[in-house]
């Protein structure tokens, strides 16, 4: 099946640093990718869609200049959380469908602590 | 927009009984619903899915119903084990090919030996 993988697994920052994730799709090309953040307990939120080469798309609520998204590649799309602080504390999960695809698949997830 | 609605949200069986997990949708165009697999602090897994061109789908101890006129479709795990214990979330999709995902709230699964 499609592999997705994600980095890092966990990250611990300070307020008001910045944190990157990436999302890489292995052996496929991620026409698509999503970036979902989960917290204890919950279902998948849904933060932003992005197309390659395009702007990503982002779910009412959610705000684009602190979560910026880039999806340059084929097989690559970042979350960057800009001045992070303690609410931002979750579970980031991205995913990924495209070419040869049926469904999402997802990364093993980014777990974020901003103290 | 979509809304998918799921229940029970927790459910706990004796190992080798059978569970059940229900969701029902709101948007008749909607046209392939997955269900998804997530153990604790771990990714989400596709465990099944069908499209609404077909009732019911099966594969070994999973199978999945679906009723396009009530809108519901259903999970069913038989002879239950240990290792099904998780959180289990259903999705519906109006494109069918899984780009706009609309998950259920998620079922805590418990198996108990």
């Known amino acids: 099946g499609a592999v997705v993988s994600q980095h890092p697994s966990w990250v611990i920052c300070k307020s008001g640093t910045s944190v990157k994730i990436e999302c890489r799709s292995l052996?496929?090309?991620?026409?698509?990718m999503f970036w979902y953040r989960q917290f204890p307990k919950q279902s998948l939120m849904l933060m932003a869609t992005?197309?390659?080469?395009?702007?990503?798309?982002?779910e009412q609520g959610v705000e684009k200049d602190k979560f910026l998204i880039n999806h340059a590649s084929l097989t690559l799309s970042t979350l960057t959380v800009t001045s992070a602080h303690p609410e931002d504390s979750s579970f980031y999960i991205c995913?990924?469908?495209?070419?040869?695809?049926?469904?999402?698949?997802f990364g093993p997830g980014t777990r974020l602590l901003v103290l | 927009g979509e809304n998918v609605e799921q229940h029970p949200s927790t459910l706990s069986v004796q190992e080798g009984d059978s569970a059940v997990i229900k969701c029902t949708y709101s948007?008749?165009?909607?046209?392939?619903f997955p269900w998804y697999k997530q153990e604790l602090g771990k990714r989400p897994q596709l465990i099944i899915d069908?499209?609404?061109?077909?009732g019911e789908k099966k594969d070994q101890r999973i199978a999945v119903t679906l009723n396009k006129t009530a809108k519901h479709f259903s999970l069913h795990i038989t002879e239950t084990q240990p290792e099904d214990s998780a959180v289990y979330f259903c999705?519906?999709?109006?494109?069918?090919?899984?780009?706009?995902?609309?998950f259920g709230s998620g079922t805590q699964l418990t198996v108990l030996p």
């Open positions: 052996d496929f090309q991620a026409t698509t």
């Open positions: 992005s197309n390659e080469g395009s702007k990503a798309t982002y």
């Open positions: 999705a519906a999709s109006l494109d069918g090919s899984a780009r706009q995902l609309t």
């Open positions: 069908i499209r609404s061109n077909v």
């Open positions: 995913s990924a469908t495209g070419t040869g695809v049926q469904t999402q698949y």
């Open positions: 948007d008749s165009a909607s046209n392939y």
